[in-house]
């Protein structure tokens, strides 16, 4: 067990819809990053946060968005859900200031959109 | 694009003998290569990882190749069990921040 625990673990939401996904890190993991990972390939990079404060973000629009909070908690949120978002999200987190040599991965959301 | 090329896609191996994944990247300030394994319905798991200041690393049954001059970088799991089968993913990133992942090699080992 990685102490990375994600909710819900599986998710059906309709297209133009608003979700919002939960990451519970280690206690004392100051980094927490999310990536997307569609059906049969490697996880994508969305963004990182260290300390409550975005520090990275990948080739992804606006209408994904986090939150780190003070607890080693974080959300993703997606506005405006696309038939395209449907994938396996995964939060990783480690105790750098960037993902460190130990980024431990929770089991993940799998998120469909109808 | 993709930063990270992963081959081969699948393959198939005995039990006890070796399963071989090669990675090849471009970005020549990647300083960070790890491998995960993925079992389905879980989240990757860190493997085994090296930096480019040593050409090998190994743990226990896995080994890193790791060429420097070719970008490349190589798993090797020998002895290979059915337990090892799930999908290996290695992955690169520039001081600790972002990995980049490749697509994946799904290994079966049949028993």
């Known amino acids: 067990e990685t102490g990375v625990t994600q909710s819900p673990t599986h998710l059906i939401k309709t297209r133009g819809q608003q979700v919002t996904l939960r990451c519970s890190s280690q206690?004392?993991?100051?980094?927490v990053s999310w990536y997307q990972q569609a059906l049969g390939q490697g996880p994508q990079f969305i963004f990182q946060?260290?300390?409550?404060?975005?520090?990275g973000r990948g080739n992804f629009p606006p209408r994904f968005s986090g939150l780190q909070f003070p607890n080693y908690s974080s959300e993703l949120n997606v506005n405006a859900l696309e038939l395209d978002d449907s994938a396996l999200y995964l939060c990783?987190?480690?105790?750098?200031?960037?993902?460190?040599?130990?980024?431990?991965f929770g089991q993940g959301t799998r998120l469909t959109v109808v | 694009q993709q930063q990270v090329k992963q081959s081969p896609q699948s393959l198939i191996v005995q039990k006890g003998g070796i399963s071989i994944i090669n990675c090849a990247y471009e970005?020549?300030?990647?300083?960070?290569f790890p491998w995960y394994q993925q079992f389905p319905g879980k989240g990757p798991a860190l493997l085994i990882a090296i930096r480019p200041d040593v050409s090998e690393k190994k743990e226990g049954r896995f080994t890193i190749s790791f060429n420097k001059s070719a970008k490349q970088f190589s798993l090797h799991i020998m002895d290979s069990q059915p337990g090892d089968s799930a999908t290996y993913f290695c992955a690169a990133s520039k001081g600790d921040y972002k990995l980049s992942f490749g697509a994946g090699t799904t290994v079966t080992v049949r028993a």
């Open positions: 206690s004392g993991h100051n980094t």
């Open positions: 970005n020549t300030a990647f300083d960070y």
């Open positions: 946060y260290y300390r409550e404060e975005e520090n």
């Open positions: 990783a987190s480690s105790s750098g200031p960037t993902l460190g040599t130990e980024a431990f």
